[in-house]
């Protein structure tokens, strides 16, 4: 895969590996398509989307929304634990990039089990998608980044920008993370309008944080794959927030503020 020159200055070359090239193809066209499906009105079918904008199927089978959302994130967590392991002695920025990776990965395992009150179900089909998405990606990136081992860094080192959007990501991500679980007491299924933080601004500010989150990633990595899937994600969780704030729409009508946008304060 050739890139431009002046893109060089930011990111390693692309490895000669034709399984990356594929991944990264793969990844943000199916992500892409995610994210315009669900502004059309297809969703991933978990959280307040299930059984929404697709015929309910009978027999399908489902999962304890806990039990599904450990199946997303154990996976892709111990693929990153697992790489100090396989890939040991690396350099300081593939170091950065596993960690931050295992971190994240942790951190939602750990919201999984202590911090989110769930009361509904997801369909299996919709968690397997969602959970190999992550182990896929994130075995990728590592390995992506193992391939550039022997190559000159770009001469615009962002990995300590990475850093610093990565911290200010995730720990945005959980703020609001933790204002969401305090909207319901235990036992309580009824969704509410959430409120506090950059909620006032935006419906889904845990989804911007993730963003900050992937970017930091992708600087500290510096790999063409890296940039590539977090584009994918920025584009689904794009179309994600817009169907939520539509969701919050026809749920609570004129309750619902109308100047809080979907996704980025004042403008989306």
Request: aromatic share 14%; net charge positive.
């Amino acid at each position: 895969m050739v890139i431009p020159s002046i893109l060089l200055n930011f990111l390693f070359p692309p490895p000669p590996s034709l399984f990356v090239t594929t991944m990264s193809v793969i990844g943000i066209s199916s992500l892409t398509n995610a994210g315009y499906m669900e502004i059309k009105g297809k969703h991933m079918q978990y959280s307040k989307f299930l059984n929404e904008g697709v015929a309910k199927k009978e027999n399908e089978t489902k999962l304890s929304s806990r039990t599904g959302m450990l199946l997303f994130y154990t996976p892709a967590f111990l693929v990153g634990l697992s790489s100090f392991l396989m890939f040991p002695g690396q350099d300081l920025r593939f170091v950065l990039l596993a960690s931050a990776l295992t971190v994240h990965f942790l951190k939602r395992v750990l919201e999984v089990l202590f911090l989110h009150k769930y009361s509904g179900s997801m369909g299996l089909e919709s968690a397997i998608i969602i959970t190999l998405s992550y182990t896929l990606s994130t075995a990728t990136m590592i390995y992506a980044q193992y391939l550039s081992r022997d190559i000159p860094d770009p001469s615009i080192d962002l990995k300590y920008l990475g850093v610093g959007l990565f911290v200010i990501g995730i720990m945005g991500n959980f703020y609001h993370h933790c204002i969401l679980a305090n909207l319901r007491k235990e036992g309580d299924k009824e969704y509410k309008i959430p409120h506090g933080g950059l909620f006032d601004l935006v419906i889904c500010p845990h989804y911007l944080f993730e963003v900050f989150g992937y970017v930091g990633i992708s600087c500290i990595s510096q790999t063409l794959y890296a940039f590539a899937f977090t584009l994918g994600t920025i584009i689904y969780l794009t179309g994600r927030s817009y169907a939520t704030r539509e969701w919050y729409i026809s749920k609570f009508g004129d309750k619902f503020p109308k100047d809080v946008k979907a996704f980025i304060p004042y403008v989306f």
